[in-house]
């Protein structure tokens, strides 16, 4: 069982920043393929971005190509969503996301293994 444990969400303009950090309890951490999902009040979870276990691939939706971006660092059993050039529209809930084996584990709500609780990301016009 695989607890990931979001952090980094908040109120933020547009136009600003937010850093978001995901920690993970696995010690094998290094083996799974992370993501980020996001949310909105009654609508489906949405892919925002995705890492092979190694950090070599990434992937993203391209509603948030060139603007966010996802790194790792398996020493720490963390991964980061970077996100610059905040919209309004980016308003979401955002999940993390694990899966073992290929980072397309982490692309589609129903492969993923393993899902953190969610943080708030709010930004304001």
């Known amino acids: 069982q695989v607890q990931l444990v979001e952090s980094g969400g908040g109120l933020v303009q547009a136009g600003g920043s937010l850093r978001l950090s995901c920690a993970a309890s696995?010690?094998?951490?290094?083996?799974?393929?992370m993501g980020w999902f996001r949310q909105a009040p009654g609508k489906e979870r949405e892919f925002v971005a995705a890492i092979s276990a190694s950090g070599g691939s990434t992937y993203y939706a391209d509603s948030v190509k060139g603007r966010f971006t996802i790194s790792r660092d398996n020493a720490k059993n963390t991964v980061y969503l970077q996100m610059n050039s905040l919209k309004p529209e980016d308003t979401d809930v955002y999940y993390c996301?694990?899966?073992?084996?290929?980072?397309?584990?982490?692309?589609?709500?129903?492969?993923?293994?393993?899902w953190g609780q969610g943080t708030q990301v709010t930004v304001s016009s």
């Open positions: 996301a694990a899966g073992k084996n290929t980072l397309v584990m982490v692309t589609a709500t129903h492969r993923v293994g393993y």
């Open positions: 696995e010690r094998a951490f290094s083996i799974y393929s």
